[in-house]
């Protein structure tokens, strides 16, 4: 099921990465940088400095309940909002391959929210799988090679079996809202019997609206795991 590239370990991605010219990944200009962006582009993200609730979408200073729906929320740790240049570097990793800079995103999450992920454990990093046929003609999972990225430096461990995607479905950058919600349910399924029951925290490279994960969370939910979190690249409302 995995595609090539998923096959690859990161270092050795790395070293497919380290063949490219040294361009930002966001405007294209000239960085040497090891972040893979220019100092203008690093500036202009939009970070997330708290975890957010999935549901209000407001920041949780500490623990997992939101304060204001008050009770036990799915906190979303993200590494900025979803807009340029952000958007432009995950367009860039998705679409085109440029996998290098998973590793600067799963390096900023570990230093900023490593402390409380690690406070979840013992948990598990599922990455939110695609179809089998997209994931074929991209020759990666972009969750997954992020999920790579942030296991070694979370010191998580990852499972890239447990959670299947069974409905192919429409892309959700072209759908409405509601239609997402639609176009998500029954899109997983499960395989579990075997494994022990640890905490879930669902890795993503963007979350909108979060029916996908909300969707996965449930599926997992049934199975009898917990998921207490999502991990992704980028949040956009
Ligand atoms: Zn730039
Ligand atoms: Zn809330």
Known sequence: MAGAWSGLSELLRGAVDLALPPLCTACGEYTESPTGFCESCIKRIDRYDYPMC????????????????????????????????????????????????????????????????????????????????????????????????????????INSEILIRIKKGKPHSRLSDNARARNIRGAFSVIAEEISKDHVILVDDVVTGGHTVREARSELGKAGFHVPAVISIAHGR
Request: proline share 7%; glycine share 10%; aromatic share 10%.
């Open 54 to 157: 999935l549901q209000c979408e407001q920041p949780i200073f500490s623990g997992i309940v939101c304060p204001q729906c008050g009770e036990e929320a799915m906190v979303l740790y993200a590494f900025g909002n979803y807009v340029d240049p952000l958007k432009e570097a995950v367009h860039q990793f998705k679409f085109r391959g440029v996998t290098r800079v998973a590793g600067y995103f799963a390096e900023e999450i570990a230093a900023r929210f490593g402390a409380e992920i690690g406070g979840l454990a013992p948990a598990v990093l599922v990455p939110i799988p695609l179809h089998p046929s997209r994931e074929h003609a991209r020759g990666f999972n972009q969750a997954e090679v992020f999920a790579e990225a942030l296991g070694s430096r979370l010191n998580l461990a």
